[in-house]
Structure formats: C-alpha cells, structure tokens
Nanobody
Framework: VQLQASGGGLVQAGDSLRLSCAASGRTFSNNGMGWFRQAPGKERALVAAINWSGTTRYYTDSVKGRFAISRDNAKNTLYLQMNSLKPEDTAVYYC???????????????????WGQGTQVTVSS
C-alpha cells in the first residue's frame, strides 16, 4: 500500500491541525493504521493507532484528550485531528499501515509494514 501524508504546517501553541493520510494500492480496510512522530534527536514514537473499522483506538499519554485518530475506509484516508497543540508536539509526523486488521500498539513501529513520507508539524510558543 502507498501512503501519502499531508496537512502539516507552522502553527502557534493552542492551535489545531488535521493531518490526512491517503492510501492507495490495496484495500485500505485490511490494515490497522498508526500515526508516528519523530522530533529532532529523538526516536520515532507511536502517537495514535486505530483498528480497521475505527472501533478501537490507542493514544500515547501525552496526546490523550487533545488528538483524535479516525479513518474513512470509503475514502481510503486516515486522519489525525490535533487540538491544543504544544511546542513539544513539534515533529515530523508519519502515517503507517500495520500487518493486520487489528490495532497494533508498537511504540517504535517495527511491526508496521508501510510508511508515508512524513509531514512536518511545527508549533511555536
């Protein structure tokens, strides 16, 4: 599956952004999906994950209550709604497809098979 992430940008603290990840090449609904981020000098880390139907979600503690992951299988698109952004959210954000329909909570992404190219999110204070 090919993944194309978009929606990043430069915003101020407290603002919102919505990231999108368009999928093509195979049936999108066959895969659990995830959003990861990597800040300069830090390891890539799982931000949120979702199963194939959208009924099960996972969030890392630092984004709970602020971010929301969702998907539209009819549009082959994954989303990450990011509210109340903080400077520490600054990173390159990647979408990724897991190996199965179930949610994959893999903090470093080693079990994810396909990756998008990343979109930069910069939050100024």
């Amino acid at each position: 599956v090919q993944l194309q992430a978009s929606g990043g940008g430069l915003v101020q603290a407290g603002d919102s952004l919505r990231l999108s990840c368009a999928a093509s090449g195979r049936t999108f609904s066959n895969n659990g999906m995830g959003w990861f981020r990597q800040a300069p000098g830090k390891e890539r880390a799982l931000v949120a994950a979702i199963n194939w139907s959208g009924t099960t979600r996972y969030y890392t503690d630092s984004v709970k209550g602020r971010f929301a992951i969702s998907r539209d299988n009819a549009k082959n698109t994954l989303y990450l709604q990011m509210n109340s952004l903080k400077p520490e959210d600054t990173a390159v954000y990647y979408c990724a497809a897991g190996p199965m329909r179930t949610i994959v909570v893999d903090l470093r992404g080693m079990k994810y098979n396909y990756w998008g190219q990343g979109t930069q999110v910069t939050v100024s204070s």
